[in-house]
């Protein structure tokens, strides 16, 4: 998981005054958004030494900003006492939201707790075989409809499933959708309202799968989501490739969502809870 910015920083600015104009666009177009970089920025200027900074400088100040940004927990994921706790994944086409729904189905398994899968997207073909698929796999039971049915329908179906059997954590897959798209967004309003008839609380977690390579585009669709379902965290997937992880400090610093779990390959072992400090260290 190497994304390069900091060492790109570094070969920038060493033995070199530094360009504040060339500074600021380096650090917008990490995906720190413009509100992260001019507080970068202004940490950095409001130093004695602002005018002789050395690269190595601005990249340990860098890094401290942001740390005071991410969360300092990692957010594991606790069982209810008495209740299933239910996990909606949402995001847009292409992210990896179904890899991820079971990668995490898969986490959770490993650490001892019962899992329930729910296939509630309805609409992309192959959707649910692919979610079945990964059911097997994982060793995971999963409750499924039919194409074109009402997803709502599926997650209230599936919690009773899980509540029934005394499963620990239900997770709802949902369709990809354009968060441009009024009328599909409304429906994710619709399964949160539905759930939330099964238990008040439920669901417990709602979590915004983005792509880490989509750059600034991550923070205008988590924007949109949390305007619709209230989310509780993000899943960053392929960090592994091209992605600058900037988007994970954007989304937190904007919105105070945080990075709960990052997919880090295509491997089901590749998912992990999100670290704030390894996660910075590596962005060097």
Not at 116 to 137: G, K, N, S
Not at 154 to 159: E, G, L, V
Not at 208 to 220: M, R, S
Not at 265 to 270: A, F, L, R, T, Y
Request: charged share 25%; hydrophobic share 40%; glycine share 8%.
């Amino acid at each position: 998981m190497a994304f390069g910015f900091f060492k790109s920083i570094l070969q920038k600015f060493t033995g070199k005054p530094v360009d504040w104009d060339d500074l600021e666009e380096s650090l917008i177009r990490a995906d720190l958004g413009v509100s992260m970089s001019l507080r970068i920025l202004k940490t950095l200027q409001a130093r004695p030494d602002a005018q002789k900074l050395t690269a190595e400088t601005i990249v340990e100040v860098a890094r401290e900003e942001v740390l005071k940004v991410l969360p300092r927990d990692n957010f594991m994921l606790r069982p209810l006492p008495s209740k299933p706790k239910v996990l909606l994944v949402v995001g847009v086409n292409g992210t990896g939201k179904t890899t991820s729904t079971a990668k995490l189905a898969h986490l959770l398994k490993k650490r001892g707790h019962s899992v329930l899968l729910a296939a509630a997207d309805t609409f992309r073909a192959a959707a649910i075989e692919q979610l079945d698929v990964w059911a097997q796999r994982i060793g995971c039971d999963i409750v499924k409809g039919q194409y074109n049915g009402d997803p709502a329908a599926i997650c209230h179906d599936a919690y009773q499933a899980a509540d029934s059997r005394n499963v620990e954590f239900l997770l709802c897959d949902t369709a990809g959708r354009l968060h441009t798209k009024t009328n599909l967004m409304s429906e994710l309003s619709k399964v949160q309202r539905i759930l939330s008839k099964c238990a008040p609380d439920a669901p417990h977690e709602t979590l915004l799968v983005v792509d880490a390579t989509t750059g600034g585009n991550a923070l205008h669709q988590a924007r949109e989501f949390h305007q619709a379902v209230p989310l509780t965290g993000l899943i960053v997937t392929k960090l592994d490739g091209s992605g600058k992880g900037g988007c994970v400090v954007a989304i937190q610093n904007e919105l105070g969502v945080p990075t709960r779990f990052i997919g880090t390959g295509e491997k089901v072992d590749d998912f992990a809870f999100f670290e704030s400090r390894p996660f910075v260290e590596q962005m060097l």
